[in-house]
């Protein structure tokens, strides 16, 4: 039912692992985000990408590298993470990113990732 | 700092009516939004308000107070589907979202 997508929906991965996480969005949106989500913490903003240009970096280590081909695909690229990356990663949508009030956002259901 | 407060979790019963309140302290204010968030599944929009009041939507609605920097969600007719998380998230001055942790709402028989 979803408009959103994401690959894997689970991926254990040692620290010196190189993996991708891969988003994809059926609604026509223009911006796509990564978000981390960790348990009984908020939502942690990593990536903005507007039309296909990163828009926003909110200070997010090296070892997590986005990629955004297209305006319906995103991607997270992982390498040597550590275990406290451990998380669920969740991808979302949204109109744009206009620089006005931020338009309602739609949500894939996730990666669950552990790093050992 | 910015901050959102929400209770950490929250029990009630089916069929009641449950309250979950959120309250922030941020730089601005531009809206603000709940979410849905059943566990292992991605968070789905309930809910949007910019102005003071109260939204309903079925069984669901969301209130505004902007100059208590305060909010509510109210479920009524409870049912055990509606056990989840719910998160608020302010749009503040930066036309950022600040999100709260969560509650996780347990419905009982």
């Known amino acids: 039912e979803t408009g959103v997508t994401q690959t894997p929906r689970h991926l254990v991965m040692g620290m010196t692992n190189k993996k991708s996480l891969k988003c994809e969005q059926h609604?026509?949106?223009?911006?796509m985000y990564w978000y981390k989500q960790s348990a009984k913490k908020p939502l942690e903003l990593m990536f903005v990408?507007?039309?296909?240009?990163?828009?926003e970096n909110n200070s997010v280590p090296s070892r997590f590298s986005p990629e955004c081909p297209n305006s319906s695909h995103l991607f997270l690229h992982l390498h040597t993470l550590q275990p406290e990356d451990s998380a669920l990663y969740l991808c979302?949508?949204?109109?744009?990113?206009?620089?006005?009030?931020?338009?309602?956002?739609?949500f894939g259901p996730g990666t669950r990732l552990t790093v050992l | 700092g910015q901050n959102i407060d929400q209770p950490t979790e929250m029990t009630a019963t089916e069929g009641a009516i449950v309250q979950i309140n959120c309250t922030y302290q941020?730089?601005?204010?531009?809206?603000l939004f709940w979410y849905q968030q059943h566990a292992g599944e991605a968070p789905t929009f309930l809910s949007y308000?910019?102005l003071d009041g109260l939204e309903e939507k079925g069984r669901f609605s969301s209130f505004l107070s902007r100059s208590k920097g305060y909010s509510y969600l109210l479920l009524k007719e409870l049912q055990m589907k509606d056990s989840a998380s719910y998160l608020c998230?302010?749009?503040?001055?930066?036309?950022?979202?600040?999100w709260g942790a969560g509650t996780k709402l347990i419905i009982k028989p």
């Open positions: 979302a949508s949204s109109q744009e990113r206009a620089g006005g009030p931020t338009d309602t956002q739609y």
């Open positions: 609604l026509g949106h223009n911006a």
């Open positions: 990408y507007n039309f296909k240009e990163q828009t």
């Open positions: 941020t730089s601005g204010f531009n809206g």
């Open positions: 308000n910019v």
């Open positions: 998230a302010v749009d503040d001055s930066n036309y950022q979202l600040i």
